[in-house]
């Protein structure tokens, strides 16, 4: 298959999964209230919900590096798309926040996996490649609070399980499809670096990008 099929494929799932990862943003109000959620608690469940994604990113992109985790590329957003959705389902405040943090880690997952794999597809267009994939999980910035939003207005909280099955199949098929494809590209020998050989004159330029 084309590299460029093959990027479509990793756009896409890159839709999916920040879409997905945006589905509760227009909800925080809704939630608090169907689920009786003091201040305080809303601010413990949106401080985990965020830092989920942020922490588990660094753990898997470790895991990328040292043994390769392709399989994330199915795995990962089919997570994110059952756990997020299944969140207006949660009985209790406690089952909310334990379906957003294991929605959060596949989002985290997926990011690091999907991004390197990505730039690799055309080593010598890696700069558009990764715009690209990018605009593929803006735009799914921008649907997600829309379709969550529309959802919960028709249906109420419970009407997300709607996304549930959509979401899943699409993720099971671009992910399959992303994984076979991306194969026979990224069949090279990965060599190993350890954190000081990583950082080795590097502190500097590494902390600017990260602020």
């Known amino acids: 298959m084309p590299a460029y099929l093959s990027l479509l494929c990793l756009m896409l799932l890159h839709t999916l999964v920040d879409g997905f990862a945006m589905f509760v ?25 965020a830092l989920a994604p942020s922490f588990s990113q660094v753990g898997f992109g470790y895991l990328r590096d040292r043994f390769g985790t392709r399989f994330l590329l199915v795995f990962a957003p089919v997570m994110t798309a059952l756990c997020l959705s299944l969140t207006g389902l949660a009985p209790s405040g406690m089952a909310f926040l334990a379906l957003l943090i294991l929605g959060g880690i596949a989002i985290g997952a997926f990011h690091p996996v999907a991004a390197v794999t990505a730039g690799e ?13 990018m605009f593929g999980g803006t735009s799914g910035l921008a649907l997600g609070p829309v379709v969550s939003g529309h959802l919960v207005h028709w ?25 076979q494809t991306t194969g026979e590209r990224q069949r090279t020998h990965r060599q190993t670096a350890s954190l000081e050989e990583i950082f080795d004159g590097r502190v500097c330029s590494s902390l600017l990008l990260l602020a």
Do not use: K, Q, Y
């Open 25 to 49: 943003e227009p909800l925080w109000p809704t939630f608090r209230e169907e689920l009786g959620l003091s201040r305080n608690d809303l601010l413990l469940v949106m401080t985990f919900a």
């Open 121 to 133: 597809l055309i080593p010598e267009r890696r700069t558009r490649c990764l715009a690209l994939f």
């Open 155 to 179: 249906f109420d909280l419970s009407g997300l399980v709607w996304a549930t099955v959509p979401g899943v199949l699409l993720a099971v098929g671009l992910g399959i499809l992303a994984h």
